[in-house]
């Protein structure tokens, strides 16, 4: 009898402390999922829920708004450049940051960095660094002699300019990996050196399994924010040239804040969770095979 | 025998210098832009597009910072932005560390089904509950304030909670026991036991958050609507006009959002390498 009283007052002292998450959970969280979906299915200007129109959203953007296939077309497009991109760049990051020398975390550092400026603020450099005209990475190719494209203002080269920016964040992940790398236990390689294992051999048969729960992680989160690229498009090239980066969010944040459609963009929302989760859970289920974690050791 | 130990001291001389001379190039390409960015903050504007380029102007412009700062209200930005920063930073500290201690060291039995729901809402996409909470904040009459940006930090923040839950369960209960045994209450373990032995996790979420403000876009981007309530990161726009940017400004006015980061990296590099730690082992 008593024991069940101690337990009844350690579960309420548990909600008690874990009440501003709770409290945070049903505000900022339940509802406004329940909302959202609700909206979905109206024709809802931010005021007023003017008319309740069934999945009526959700048809006319797939079936008739030109905008919404070119905000999905140019989001799966940029997503699958800059995710395997990001992990290969990141990777060989890791990798090459792993190396033994004394100078080593000067390396590290000057690679580090540009990932924590702030995404605001890339975007203007990057706007500026790639001018077409003046821009210092076009002055570079033309000094080995390419004559360089006109970047973000060049439809074919815009989306394309949105993916090479966002490497030169790579530092944050290629961090994690080099963590992860160094939590590799030696013995391992120290065995294939007496078998007489190639680099090659040691990469792809121990480091690489070794870190694969990162890698698979690195990968999902990527993927999430990749659903979500906005702010170099919103900064750098306002969707443009000719909506060649009119990103989904870019597409939905106009459809709310710009052209009074919450209903729309609620629709929108909710079919950008449905690809996300779907996405997501994908790769969680094909990557059962190639990621390795090891037994119960932590 | 010989041979072979010599050829593999030769390959990894080769890698070591190899892998320099990559590490080099790769670390300037990395901090170029950022050098671009300062040498175009002190040109003159007939320099910005100089060919061949200018890579130190000299005399350097340092009255380009002064025109920047005066050409928007950037120290009113500036005191909005800290506003932001300072209070999101209190209230995860407040209300995150509450939780992860619930989660950690409270042997309730929910609590492990509530670290699932808190993980599963960070796979949550902003959009979604992006305009419901627009619409509430708006009837609250909170929209153009930062409200809308400060008192959700209050009510915690699941990736913090995470990383904090993560670091208290490395405390051993044997110290809280003890406190508890001499009759403290959990709240007074939570403060003076647990809350003493966690600055540096207590360090490492107060930067996060800091970046997190100090970056945010899209955030600011809906709730802040007259110019005069703007954080850095939406005023800095107003250096551009439909047609025309003013580089040397622009470049000016950014190399001073970025400085703060910089610095405090340089200070702080070892809390910053600790988080990258924890982080990491989300893996």
Redesign the interface.
Known sequence: MRKTKQEVRTTLMGLAFASPWLIGFVLFVAYPIVASLYYSFTEFTGLDVTGFVGFGNYVHMISKDELFHKSLYNTLYYLSLAVPLGLVVALVLALLLNLKMREISFYRTCVYIPNIVPAFASSFIWLWMLNPEYGLVNLLLEKIGIWGPGWVSDPRWSKLSIVLMAQWGAGGSAMIFLAALQDVPRSLYEVADLDGASSWTKLRYITLPMISPVILFHVIMALFGAFQVFTPAYIMTSGGPANSTLFYVLYLYRNAFNYGKMGYASAMAWLLFLLALVTTLVVMKTSGRFVYYQGEER | MASRYGSKHRRYLR??IL??I???A???V?????L??FT?SIKDSSQ??A???IWLPRPPKWENYRIAVNAIPFVLYLRNTVTICFFTIIGTL???T??A???AK??????NV?LL??LS?M??????????????F?RLGWVNTFKPLIV?S???N?FY?FLLRQFFMTIPGELSDAARIDGAS?LGI?RRVILPLSKPVLAVVALFQF?GS??D??GP??YLQSNDKYTL?IG??MYRTTNY?E?EL??AA?TL??IP??VL?FFA?RT??EG??I??I??
């Open positions: 890698g070591q892998g320099r990559f590490l080099f790769m670390s300037i990395f901090l170029l832009p950022i671009w960015m175009t910005v597009m060919y061949p380029p407040l209300s995150s509450l939780v201690y619930s989660l409270i042997p309730w039995p929910g609590r509530l729901l808190i809402t796979m949550l996409p902003f959009p979604v509950t992006m305009i419901p909470l627009f619409v509430t708006g959700p209050f009510l915690g699941a909670i959990e939570f970046l100090w970056n876009f899209l981007l809906i990161a800095l726009q940017v580089w622009l470049m950014s959002v970025v980061i910089l990296f590099q910053f390498i990258i730690a982080t990491g989300k893996g």
